[in-house]
């Protein structure tokens, strides 16, 4: 208890500093560059003032630098997040931004969706045309992916794989794990198609398709079906379904009367195809990255 008569002092943060040093020295910090990371030295290990039982890995990462390079937020913007309760590591809530982690092999939640915390894991979307191989080379020297990913120097897999005359959406990256669940038809993982058929479209083949059509490997069936347009004697139809026997589309639309002249992916899971041009690719967002995570569960 404060004695009569007496001021109390302000209370001094942890280090000592009272809130105009800290903003001195960060802004002291920030004229240095962007090479040196303030929250080495400055207040950050307060945190919330909350604890947690999260052991700090030897020579981690801050928490908020990890997140902000996976591209969360502003190195300020992650803070919040964490002193709001809304990042977890390994399944434990975190409140402390001085804590350390291994982004490499530890599991980093936002809002529980997994971010792609490791700076060595890359994620592309392509836009694989006509006329290319779903392979990294060819020993007749036919064009393939490779020839398309410009200066990707990581060796990226392949999630599944499109016709040679199939265009669309190929998704590419070195998280194994996640490629392997994404083509893995086990996580139904769903696949959607625009196809350029003989019209008129009757209008029941829409039930014809999500029933099931009997094919020589099996029955398939789709999960959604309708169509765009229809002029003259063509209709363009969406077709989306979640398993990848080869042709799959075609066949199926061919046993219903309605051969392929082209055939382009759009949609894989939580990511399209968007405005990508053709033979282009571009990074996944860290929000598709866990939105894919999420389709498998992971």
Same mark, same amino acid.
């Given at each position: ?13 942890p ?12 802004a002291?910090?920030?004229s ?11 207040? &950050?290990?307060?945190? =919330?003032?909350? %604890?947690?039982?999260? $052991? +700090?890995?030897? *020579? #981690? ?32 809530v ?40 779903? &392979?990294?080379?060819? =020993?007749?020297? %036919?064009?393939?992916? $490779? +020839?398309?990913? *410009? #200066? ?31 083509a ?102 860290t ?12």
């Open positions: 208890m404060t004695p009569p008569g007496s001021r109390r002092r302000p209370r001094q943060p280090g000592g500093l009272s809130p105009a040093d800290l903003a001195r020295a960060r002291a910090a920030a240095l560059g962007p090479d040196f990371d303030s929250d080495d030295d400055f207040g &950050s290990a307060e945190g =919330s003032g909350e %604890r947690d039982s999260l $052991t +700090d890995v030897p *020579g #981690g990462v801050r928490l908020q630098k990890v997140l902000a390079a996976a591209g969360v937020g502003s190195r300020r913007q992650c803070e919040e997040l964490i002193a709001a309760g809304r990042v977890e590591v390994d399944g434990e975190v409140r402390r931004f001085g804590a350390r982690v291994d982004p490499k092999h530890q599991v980093i939640r936002v809002d529980g969706r997994r971010i792609p915390a490791s700076e060595d894991l890359v994620y592309v979307a392509l836009n694989k045309p006509a006329g290319v191989l779903t &392979s990294m080379s060819d =020993s007749r020297g %036919r064009a393939t992916m $490779t +020839d398309l990913l *410009g #200066g990707i120097a990581e060796r990226l897999f392949h999630v599944g794989r499109l016709d040679y005359d199939t265009e669309g959406l190929m998704l590419l990256m070195n998280d194994g794990e996640l490629a392997h669940r994404l893995h038809p086990r996580f139904g993982v769903p696949k959607t198609y625009l196809a350029d058929v003989p019209g008129p479209v009757p209008r029941d083949l829409g039930r014809q398709l999500i029933s099931g059509i009997e094919l020589d490997d099996g029955i398939a069936s789709a999960d959604k079906f309708r169509v765009v347009e229809q002029a003259g004697g063509r209709a363009l139809v969406e077709i989306t379904l979640h398993e990848g026997r080869k042709h799959i589309v075609r066949r199926m639309l061919a046993a219903t009367g309605h051969p392929v002249s082209r055939l382009v992916r759009t949609q894989v899971g939580p990511v399209s195809l968007g405005s990508l041009r053709p033979g282009t690719t571009r990074r996944l967002t929000k598709e990255v866990g939105d894919l995570y999420a389709a498998v569960g992971l």
